[in-house]
């Protein structure tokens, strides 16, 4: 069956950094976009970023442009999302989230498959 498993969350003081890893299994994970979203208590899930399954585009959220980076290997399956300068508004449950189809790619309900997310914590 599909997973999606989400590592690497912690808590950090502001101005840290983090590597969020995602990795893949029961689907064909290079023929997939793959997004972050995050979610804040009593907030709505956010899109952070996406990207294209060649990994040749991306898209980001402009609350963390410049600082996050979003990358992908599809030789091993795996996502990943780098944090840097990270701020304590960045604090929020972070979960990986695969797509077959290009449509919005910010977009939750663009998306088919999500992971059980990961918890960052930033502290000021």
């Known amino acids: 069956q599909v997973q999606l498993v989400e590592s690497g969350g912690g808590s950090v003081q502001a101005g840290g950094s983090l590597r969020l890893s995602c990795t893949a299994s029961g689907f064909t994970y290079s023929t997939y976009y793959m997004g972050w979203f995050r979610q804040a208590p009593g907030n709505q899930r956010e899109g952070v970023a996406s990207?294209?399954?060649?990994?040749?585009?991306?898209w980001y959220a402009n609350s963390v442009k410049g600082r996050f980076t979003i990358s992908r290997d599809n030789a091993k399956n795996t996502l990943y999302l780098q944090m840097n300068s990270l701020k304590p508004e960045d604090t929020a449950m972070y979960y990986c989230?695969?797509?077959?189809?290009?449509?919005?790619?910010?977009?939750?309900?663009?998306?088919?498959?999500w992971g059980q997310g990961a918890q960052v914590t930033v502290s000021s």
């Open positions: 990207i294209s399954p060649g990994g040749f585009s991306t």
């Open positions: 989230a695969a797509a077959r189809y290009d449509r919005s790619p910010l977009y939750e309900g663009s998306y088919d498959y």
